[in-house]
């Protein structure tokens, strides 16, 4: 399988508890981004990698939030101390390095429910 | 900063009647544009994308969009649409020579009967 891969696709738990998720880019994609999708939103921005070094990350990534990207292959996204709007889809992508028609290929996404 | 208003929520349409998904789009700087679809239960999928060079762009299974700079638009349209084309759609903008960040709209549910 070739896409992009995220582990779990559905996770519920407990207020307060932590989750972390992972998502496995497409091989010699280089960049790699986390989104959030809420309920009748599209989805929004949170961070962004190339290669290992995270450059860019949303003012909606809170401090319990933490994204790494080791040795610039997978990467994990960890929520700590969850909360009741931190509900939502997870997704991830990835694109090759800068080309003229780069497009981001998506996975398939982690809900997370907050109970 | 960017951003995208997609004016219809839902859109609902017989089979074979033609669609447009609005999209309109805010950027103080230029920008490339791409409409996604996401099927039920799946994750979003690539429709078609607007870089450079014809504003028209089409897709592989008839869907089309034209980029329109002065109504800054990127409106999606298919003349006769059919049940499988069934999902949400959504709008996104990036900013040129940027790292490809997406600005989504909220997207369109496009719901096709028979």
């Known amino acids: 399988d070739t896409g992009v891969s995220q582990d779990p696709r559905h996770k519920i738990t407990k207020r307060g508890q932590n989750v972390t998720f992972r998502c496995d880019p497409i091989s010699e994609h280089n960049r790699l981004y986390w989104y959030r999708q809420t309920l009748g939103q599209g989805p929004e921005f949170l961070t962004y990698f190339q290669n290992e070094a995270q450059l860019e990350k949303s003012r909606l990534l809170s401090d319990r939030f933490s994204a790494e990207r080791p040795k610039g292959s997978f990467s994990t996204l960890e929520i700590q101390r969850t909360e009741q709007g931190d509900s939502a889809m997870y997704l991830c992508?990835?694109?090759?390095?800068?080309?003229?028609?780069?497009?981001?290929?998506f996975g398939q996404g982690t809900r997370l429910t907050v109970v | 900063a960017q951003s995208v208003t997609q004016l219809d929520s839902q859109v609902p349409v017989f089979e074979e009647a033609p669609v447009e998904l609005r999209c309109n789009y805010s950027s103080s700087v230029s920008v490339y544009l791409f409409w996604y679809v996401q099927y039920p239960n799946q994750g979003l999928q690539l429709l078609l994308k607007?870089?450079?060079?014809?504003?028209l762009v089409e897709s592989i299974n008839g869907f089309e969009a034209e980029f329109n700079k002065s109504q800054t638009s990127f409106h999606l349209r298919k003349p006769s649409v059919h049940i499988s084309d069934t999902a949400e759609y959504f709008c996104?903008?990036?900013?040129?020579?940027?790292?490809?960040?997406?600005?989504f709209g909220k997207g369109t549910l496009l719901t096709v009967n028979p």
């Open positions: 996104a903008v990036a900013r040129r020579g940027s790292n490809y960040k997406l600005t």
């Open positions: 992508a990835s694109s090759p390095p800068s080309t003229a028609n780069t497009e981001a290929f």
């Open positions: 607007y870089l450079s060079g014809s504003t």
